[in-house]
Each structure stands twice: as structure tokens, then as C-alpha cells.
């Protein structure tokens, strides 16, 4: 029995990756990610003594822009578009930060260095002025909640009709792979939507979080994030046999996602090689547009990144998906698992490598 559980497991290679490749991959996240000091902050200093200023900054403030000629108004628009995550306005006594309290760890890292400085420079917090941990979670909660919804349940919708044998009907009917994938997305897509919005609803409720920006954008940016998810859970059930791989496959895809998005660990204080990870994972880009616009009322023109990178994401994915499933659908592929699938058939189990 020992020698037979060997065997099967050395088949079961999705099973052997969560035993040898997850404790790594937990191993370097929290190794490199888990941090929540922020070492250096994107700075603007604007106002006639813009130039004397930034001379005279810690290097703790990476100073990106320089602008004697702007004011006040221009400061708090770099803030809400994100360009800096603080913005120093000279020309007064004494001196005014202003502080994105959207960027929760990178703020509460700017007030401490500003209070050292003692009276020399007045403090003022934009967007999340009492620095509320609830103010940035919520619109990160909202994206992780229909990352789960999207990857784990779609994930299991083909492998079920591949277990109940009904993926043979849909290849005989006269409809497009493309067709199949939207239609068995659908529902979920609708459920997913209604479960955004009732989070949303919730989190102003209960938490008084704010939402100052456009409700078009919002809704733009989590439809695209949705088709993301609900595209990547269908691929991950053409490449599954039976619910328990595509399960184990989803969480895989899962896991990085809450880690090193930005949504627990701040993707400004992971190291290098780790956080690239994070900008390869649309959940990043949701979070940057559910805060954007709730917290600062970001508009699209500023946001015009995180939706071009979700869009090109769906676009990959769901072509991916459909490629994968007509795939499976072709003749060839239909008749191989057709005789995998008949009593008796061990053998060709075990040539397939699939059949613990």
C-alpha cells in the first residue's frame, strides 16, 4: 500500500506541487513581503521655494517632482492621481505636507518623519485624514471577494460538465467555444456583481468609508476585474480533470494574489525580486482603482494604467481559455478521453498520468 501511494502521488503532479512547491512560495512571500516599514516616499515640492526645499529633505523623501511655479491646487492633484504620496507646498510659514492617507503605511510612515521635524513643517492628511485602516481595506476587500467568487467557483463549472459527461453534448452543438465560455460565465458574473455591490454598500455602511469618485469608473473597472477572474477560473478548469485539481489549482492562483497585491503587505516596502510579482496579478490593479476612485475620487484619465493592464489581461486570458477549450473539444482530444473515462481502462490512466 505504501509503494502504491508513492506511485499515485508521483502521477498526482498538482498534488506534489502543493506539497513541495507551496511551503517555498509561503516561505519567500513572507521571507521578502512581509514588511510593513516603508523606506522611501514618492515627494513633490511645489512653490517658490520648491528648489531650496527638496535640498534640504532626509533621503527618506525620494523627491520625483520639482515645481516652483505650482500651488496648492496643483499639489493636492498629484496626490489624487497618485504621482507622489506626499506633496510639500513652500511659500507659507511653516511649511504644508500633504499627506495621501489612501497609501495607509507609506502615510503613517511620512507623519512619523514630519513629526521629527518638529514646527518647521505643518501636517495635512488628504483622503483618509484619521488614517482609518477600515478606509483602505474595504476597496481591497471588495476585489479579493470576487477573486474568490471569479477563480474557485468558475473553476469547478467545465470540470463539472467534464465529470457528468455533458461536455460531449455541448461539442456536438452548434456553438462556439467563445459562446460556451460566456454563457457559463454569465451567472456568475451576475452574482459577483451583486455581491460588489452589497460589500460596497456595507463597508460605507458599517465602516463610513467614502466614495468620492464616479460610480461609472468604479463599475468600469470592477467589470473588467470580473471578466479577469471569471476567464482565469474557466482556463484553470480546461486544464483540470476533476474538481479537486481545479480546486487545487485556483488556490494556488489564489494565494499570490492576497499576499502580494498590495492588499495586507504594502507593495512599496517588498523587495525587488518579490514585488514584480505583484504587478503581474490584476487584483493589484482592481485595488489601485476601488481605492482611487472611493477613497480620492480619482477620474480615468488618472487611472488610465490600472485599466489598460486589466484590459490586455482579459483579453489574454480569455483568449487562452477559449484556445485551450477547443482544445478539448476537437475529435481527436474528445475520443482520447472518452476511452481514459471507460471501465477497464487503467492502463491508459496510467500512460495519461492523471488517473490517481
Known amino acids: 500500500m505504501i509503494v502504491k501511494e508513492f ?47 527638496a535640498a534640504r529633505l ?4 525620494d523627491v520625483t517632482v520639482t ?27 511653516p511649511v504644508l505636507a500633504l499627506v495621501d492617507g489612501s497609501n495607509l503605511f507609506a502615510s503613517q510612515s511620512i507623519v512619523s518623519v514630519l513629526n521629527k521635524e518638529g514646527g518647521t513643517v505643518s501636517t495635512q492628511i488628504l483622503y483618509n485624514p484619521e488614517l482609518k485602516t477600515s478606509w483602505v481595506m474595504v476597496p481591497a476587500i471588495i476585489g479579493l471577494i470576487l477573486t474568490f467568487i471569479g477563480t474557485i467557483v468558475t473553476s469547478i463549472g467545465l470540470v463539472r460538465e467534464r465529470e457528468t459527461g455533458t461536455l460531449e453534448q455541448l461539442a456536438v452543438m452548434p456553438i ?7 454563457g457559463k460565465i454569465s451567472p ?37 476585474f470580473l471578466f479577469v477572474v471569471l476567464g482565469l477560473g474557466v482556463f484553470i478548469s480546461t486544464v483540470s480533470q476533476t474538481s479537486g485539481q481545479a480546486i487545487q ?32 496579478l490584476p487584483l493589484t490593479y482592481f485595488t489601485m482603482i476601488s481605492q482611487g476612485v472611493m477613497l480620492r475620487g480619482a477620474s480615468l484619465a488618472s487611472l488610465w494604467l490600472p485599466f489598460l493592464v486589466l484590459t490586455a489581461m482579459a483579453i489574454a486570458v480569455f483568449s487562452s481559455a477559449t484556445l ?17 473515462a471507460q471501465p477497464g481502462a487503467a492502463s491508459t490512466v496510467a500512460q495519461d498520468g492523471s488517473g490517481s
Open 7 to 53: 506511485r499515485e502521488l508521483r502521477r498526482d503532479r498538482r498534488t506534489l506541487a502543493m506539497l513541495i512547491a507551496m511551503p517555498l512560495l509561503l516561505l519567500v512571500i513572507f521571507g521578502y513581503a512581509a514588511n510593513f516599514h516603508v523606506d522611501s516616499v514618492k515627494t513633490a515640492v511645489v512653490g517658490p521655494q520648491a528648489t531650496q526645499v
Open 324 to 340: 485551450r477549450f477547443r482544445r478539448d473539444l476537437a475529435p481527436g482530444r474528445r475520443h482520447h478521453r472518452s476511452t481514459v
Open 58 to 61: 532626509p533621503s527618506f523623501f
Open 188 to 224: 456568475y458574473f451576475l452574482v459577483a456583481s451583486i455581491d460588489m455591490g452589497i460589500i460596497t454598500g456595507l463597508g460605507m455602511l458599517l465602516f463610513g468609508v467614502p466614495f468620492n469618485g464616479n460610480a461609472f469608473v468604479f463599475t468600469l473597472g470592477a467589470a473588467l
Open 176 to 182: 462556439k467555444p467563445s459562446t460556451v465560455i460566456l
Open 67 to 93: 515645481h516652483p511655479l505650482d500651488g496648492h491646487a496643483d499639489a493636492e492633484q498629484l496626490l489624487q492621481d497618485r504621482t507622489v504620496n506626499v506633496a510639500i507646498v513652500t511659500g507659507r510659514a
Open 249 to 280: 489549482t485556483a488556490f494556488m492562483f489564489t494565494l499570490p494574489q492576497i499576499l502580494l497585491s498590495g492588499v495586507i503587505f504594502p507593495l512599496d516596502s517588498m523587495a525587488a525580486g518579490v514585488r514584480w510579482i505583484g504587478y503581474l
